[in-house]
């Protein structure tokens, strides 16, 4: 005979595993976007996948799971980027003398945006480094409702900010894109009638 908390836990794995793994994907993409290092991003989602199963019991069985993890990933980045703010930049004397010491046609490109591999059938490479370009606030409410599908009224939820200033970033994020692939845009045939 089972206990109540072998039981307890037992429900909760299996929640877990069911509602909330099946994200780890869009968690690990959107984290790239927002650390720009698959280190960081991979810490990042392992981050919320403890906080999360550290704090399933909180969690809402059949609610949107994603949404969940997605503001626990987001709160989760604010630490990480207020704890690396405040301490002094670090440079890995290893790295650069190996930076240093490759070989001049080695191409190093490749390693500079991966992001490129991420969206490659989903965006060209213009419309990914436009995105990108975005301040983070901006770039973070187009990634979560034009790639990631969330509705306003989840994304104010994530982002812990009122609708109004949700609408009012995707414009200005679309503005600011329409602005930097306007050219491209131009030179695949687009006008803007």
Not at 49 to 76: C, H, P, S
Not at 99 to 105: A, L
């Amino acid at each position: 005979m089972t206990t109540e908390p072998e039981k307890d836990k037992a429900y909760y794995d299996e929640v877990f595993e069911r509602e909330l793994l099946p994200h780890a994907d869009a968690l690990s993409t959107f984290d790239y976007h927002l650390t720009y290092n698959e280190e960081d991003a991979n810490d990042l989602v392992q981050e919320t996948y403890l906080k999360a199963y550290r704090f399933i019991d909180k969690y809402d069985e059949g609610t949107n799971a994603k949404a969940w993890l997605f503001k626990i990933m987001k709160n989760a980045f604010i630490n990480q980027y207020r704890k690396k703010s405040k301490r002094p930049t670090q440079v890995d004397y290893e790295e650069v003398v190996g930076f240093h010491e490759e070989e001049e046609d080695t191409s190093f490109s490749s390693y500079l945006d991966l992001r490129q591999e991420i969206y490659q059938d989903m965006m060209g490479d213009e419309i990914t480094t436009a995105i990108n370009a975005l301040p983070v606030d901006f770039r973070t409410v187009i990634l979560l409702c034009d790639i990631e599908g969330f509705k306003y009224e989840e994304i104010a939820k994530i982002v812990d900010i009122p609708i109004g200033t949700v609408r009012s970033r995707l414009h200005r994020a679309r503005q600011m894109l329409k602005e930097k692939l306007r050219e491209y845009a131009s030179k695949k045939g687009y006008s803007e009638n």
